[in-house]
């Protein structure tokens, strides 16, 4: 489990264009997991695999396959394009999804305004010198009873290929072991 500040710090060395948006979405994805994702598993997985389809193997994007954002409960980010270059199979991959799905564990709301305010004070300190006022703007689609998702910014698509899903570490342990 990762503090706050190491879990931002990380993301900073590792995707360093982010935004006060791309904090939120790190932040919120840490505290409720993929729980914003109740739909159809067959209108998931038709997105889940048009996204995994439309991504383009890539070894310079992401060295790893997985990037920890745990803070409370377990839970990475599975990068599409890496699992395509480690030939990991989309079916499997689309299956441990839905399983962590159903396992995550979210924080309450008053938590996540706990973590968001925490939060504003580090970003708006070097490395990362994020705006007050932009922080403010942006963690107020967090301060509602239903906290709003968003979409990474602009800038961090154009500079990552963002297309990963939430996964529980250990699950995604057991599809690599099976796939050697």
Not at 115 to 120: A, P, Q, T, V, Y
Not at 151 to 173: G, K, T, V
Request: proline share 6%.
């Amino acid at each position: 489990m990762s503090s706050l500040k190491e879990l931002l710090r990380r993301s900073f060395y590792l995707y360093p264009v982010s935004n006060a948006e791309d904090y939120y979405k790190l932040l919120y994805q840490s505290c409720f997991g993929p729980q914003h994702l109740h739909k159809e598993s067959s209108v998931l997985k038709d997105y889940f695999m048009k996204e995994w389809n439309d991504t383009i193997p890539s070894n310079s994007l992401h060295s790893t396959l997985m990037d920890d954002i745990t803070l409370t409960y377990p839970i990475a980010r599975v990068h599409f394009c890496t699992a395509k270059n480690k030939q990991l199979n989309p079916e499997m991959l689309f299956t441990i999804f839905l399983q962590t799905m159903k396992d995550f564990q979210p924080i309450s709301v008053d938590a996540f305004h706990t973590i968001l305010d925490e939060s504003k004070e580090y970003l708006m300190k070097a490395p990362f010198l994020l705006s007050g006022d932009r922080i403010d703007s942006v963690w107020q689609n967090g301060y509602s009873p239903t906290p709003a998702v968003l979409h990474h910014s602009q800038q961090f698509n154009q500079a990552y290929q963002a297309h990963y899903r939430l996964i529980s570490p250990s699950l995604i342990d057991g599809l690599i072991q099976q796939n050697n």
